[in-house]
T-cell receptor
Framework: NAGVTQTPKFQVLKTGQSMTLQCAQDMNHEYMSWYRQDPGMGLRLIHYSVGAGITDQGEVPNGYNVSRSTTEDFPLRLLSAAPSQTSVYFC?????????????FGSGTRLTVV | GENVEQHPSTLSVQEGDSAVIKCTYSDSASNYFPWYKQELGKRPQLIIDIRSNVGEKKDQRIAVTLNKTAKHFSLHITETQPEDSAVYFCAARGLTGGGNKLTFGTGTQLKVEL
């Protein structure tokens, strides 16, 4: 199993550009989520999904869109990049939507918006 | 929603000493409390977790305690080693909203000095 795969690992965008961060898992996890990590602020939830076709907003959803057309994939779209979106982005998945299982994280995407 | 506070933000100990990191949570219905370790430039990895029906759990040199009445939980690392140096995050799973949604603390930078 590859686990949770994120691409790209690094990205530089200009203000106003759009892009999609990819996340795929091969563990048949129902639950997937996106977090951003900023210094001193921990991991903050952007969007999450409890299964294919179902998504919901987290703590900091503005400026981001998600979709979940398959169990395996959960892409994160930046609609119009802003310097405030400079961050490290982590995708995470877990086995159960209602169970108490820890997350498996992807390796992260370091995004810089200039 | 759930709110998790974590202290201290930085912790420096001598090799062989013990380290304690504390977290408090706000949602009395929260029922799952994992701890993650993140080495520099790497993804967070689950090191130990505890469920609300258990007061303490140990795994070799690490242990977690939970006080539901006070709504706080702690990570204890004994006989610290240089490889324990990392950022540690606590998290709590609240029951408001859907899915296996975790709220993270802001992290503790642990440095184990020789």
């Amino acid at each position: 199993n590859a686990g949770v795969t994120q691409t790209p690992k690094f990205q530089v965008l200009k203000t106003g550009q759009s892009m999609t961060l990819q996340c795929a898992q091969d563990m048949n996890h129902e639950y997937m989520s996106w977090y951003r990590q900023d210094p001193g602020m921990g991991l903050r939830l952007i969007h999450y999904s409890v299964g294919a076709g179902i998504t919901d907003q987290g703590e900091v959803p503005n400026g981001y869109n998600v979709s979940r057309s398959t169990t395996e994939d959960f892409p994160l779209r930046l609609l119009s990049a802003a310097p405030s979106q400079t961050s490290v982005y982590f995708c995470a998945s877990s086995y159960s939507t209602v169970g108490n299982y820890g997350y498996t994280f992807g390796s992260g995407t370091r995004l810089t918006v200039v | 929603g759930e709110n998790v506070e974590q202290h201290p933000s930085t912790l420096s100990v001598q090799e062989g000493d013990s380290a304690v990191i504390k977290c408090t949570y706000s949602d009395s219905a929260s029922n799952y409390f994992p701890w993650y370790k993140q080495e520099l430039g790497k993804r967070p990895q689950l090191i130990i977790d505890i469920r609300s029906n258990v007061g303490e759990k140990k795994d070799q040199r690490i242990a977690v305690t939970l006080n539901k009445t006070a709504k706080h939980f702690s990570l204890h690392i004994t006989e610290t080693q240089p490889e324990d140096s990392a950022v540690y995050f606590c998290a709590a799973r609240g029951l408001t909203g859907g899915g296996n949604k975790l709220t993270f603390g802001t992290g503790t930078q642990l440095k184990v000095e020789l």
